[in-house]
C-alpha cells in the first residue's frame, strides 16, 4: 500500500473517493479544507493507494496553539475507510499519527459519521490508539446525533410519510402564495444573511459574519456542492436554507426565517422543496443534521422542538460514534483539556465579577 500527501493533482480522484464512500461527507473534501484555510486552518490531504485504487483517505486541518510551538489536528467527519478493517486501519493511522507529529500536534481529532452501532469499528479504534471524548447533549465539534432521510422511495411516498401537519402545513405555504425559489446566485446571500441573524436572536445563536457565507459560496458553489434556498411571501423574503449536495448525499445545514408571516408555514415548504431538489439529484440519503438524542415523554429540551420539526418529514434519529482523540502529547492534552478550558472558566468569572463591582460603585 502507498501513503503520501494529496496534491492539486489528485484533487478529482480524492472527491472521488470520498463522495462514493458510504460514510463520505463534503467536509472531507478538497473544497472544505479550502474554505477554511480563510479561517486559520491549514489543510493536509492524505490518501493510501492499493494497485492504483484510493482505499482510504483523511483531509486534515491544522491550527497551531499560540506560544507553544504546538498544533492541533481535526478530521472533520474523517477519516475516509472502512475502519473495520483492522490491518487497513491500524497502517493508515500509524501514518496519520507520523504526519500529525511531523506538524507537532498534541492531538488528532477524529469524528467520522458513522453509526453508534458500529461496535466493530469502535472496538478498532480502540485497538489502534484512540480514546473516546465525552461530548454534550447537542455532540462535539460536529453533531453527535442527526436526522436523516432515505430517498428511495417516490416523492409522493415521501410526502405519505410526512406527518398529517406538516403535509397540511406545506400545502398551506403553497395556497397561501408561498414561492420558494431554488435557483438563487451570490447576491441572495445578503437577504438570506439578514434572516438568518433575525433567527440567530430569536432562538439565541451565534452565527458566523457574512464574509464567511460569501467564501462558502465562492469556493463550494462553483463545484455544485451548495445550494441556497429562499421563500418569498408578498414579494419579499420570509425564509431560507443553504444544503449542501456531495456524491449520493444532501445536507440540510443552515436554516433561517423571518419573524413575520410565520403563519403561512414558509419553513415546511422550504424543506420540502430541498428534499424534491435532492430527490431529482440523484440523491439517496436527505441529511437533517443536528438534533438532541431523544429523550423520555415530557422532557423540557429546548432541543426537543427541533427534532419535532426535522421527524415530522419521516427523518429518523441517526447517532454517531463520535468524537475520538489519538493524543500524541500527554501534557499538553491535559493542558488543552483540562487546564484552558478551567483558565478561560477563571477569568470569565473575574471579568463578570470586576463588572458587578463597578456596577454597585456607580
Avoid at 108 to 116: N, Q, R, S, T, Y
Avoid at 129 to 134: K, M, W
Amino acid at each position: 500500500m502507498v501513503l503520501r500527501e494529496a496534491t492539486e493533482q489528485d484533487r478529482q480522484r480524492f472527491n472521488d473517493f470520498v463522495a462514493r464512500f458510504e460514510s463520505g461527507d463534503l467536509l472531507q473534501s478538497f473544497e472544505w479544507g479550502e474554505l477554511k484555510s480563510r479561517s486559520g486552518w491549514t489543510p493536509i490531504r492524505i490518501f493510501a493507494e492499493s494497485e492504483d485504487t484510493i482505499v482510504a483517505a483523511a483531509s486534515l486541518l491544522k491550527r497551531p496553539v499560540p506560544r507553544v510551538g504546538r498544533s492541533v489536528i481535526y478530521a472533520p467527519r474523517g477519516p475516509v475507510l472502512d475502519a473495520r478493517n483492522l490491518d487497513l486501519l491500524m497502517e493508515f493511522t500509524a501514518h496519520l499519527k507520523n504526519v500529525a507529529r511531523r506538524h507537532k500536534a498534541v492531538f488528532l481529532k477524529i469524528d467520522p459519521p458513522v453509526p453508534a452501532s458500529d461496535s466493530a469499528t469502535v472496538a478498532n479504534l480502540h485497538s489502534v490508539g484512540f480514546i473516546p471524548v465525552a461530548s454534550g447533549a447537542f455532540g462535539g465539534i460536529q453533531p453527535k446525533c442527526v436526522m436523516q432521510l432515505p430517498l428511495d422511495e417516490s416523492l409522493d411516498d415521501l410526502m405519505a410519510s410526512f406527518k398529517p401537519k406538516w403535509r397540511y402545513n406545506i400545502r398551506l405555504a403553497e395556497r397561501k402564495g408561498v414561492v420558494v425559489h431554488l435557483d438563487c446566485d451570490k447576491s441572495h446571500l445578503k437577504p438570506f444573511y439578514a434572516l438568518l441573524q433575525e433567527t440567530s436572536v430569536r432562538d439565541r445563536f451565534l452565527v458566523r459574519d457574512l464574509r464567511y457565507f460569501q467564501d462558502m459560496w465562492d469556493i463550494l458553489a462553483p463545484a455544485g456542492y451548495l445550494r441556497l434556498v429562499l421563500a418569498y411571501y408578498q414579494d419579499a423574503p420570509v425564509a431560507g436554507a443553504i444544503a449542501f449536495i456531495f456524491g449520493d448525499k444532501a445536507w440540510y445545514v443552515y436554516g433561517a426565517s423571518s419573524n413575520q408571516h410565520r403563519n403561512v408555514m414558509p419553513n415546511h415548504l422550504v424543506q420540502w422543496s430541498l428534499i424534491r431538489w435532492a430527490k431529482e439529484a440523484g440523491c439517496k440519503c436527505y441529511d437533517f443534521r443536528g438534533v438532541s438524542p431523544k429523550r423520555g415523554d415530557g422532557s423540557d429540551d429546548h432541543l426537543q422542538g427541533l427534532n419535532r420539526f426535522k421527524e415530522g418529514f419521516g427523518a429518523h434519529l441517526v447517532e454517531f460514534i463520535g468524537e475520538y482523540d489519538l493524543v500524541l502529547s500527554p501534557a499538553f492534552y491535559w493542558l488543552w483539556n483540562v487546564a484552558r478550558p478551567w483558565a478561560q472558566k477563571t477569568l470569565l468569572a473575574r471579568r463578570r465579577a470586576e463588572t458587578a463591582a463597578q456596577l454597585t460603585e456607580v
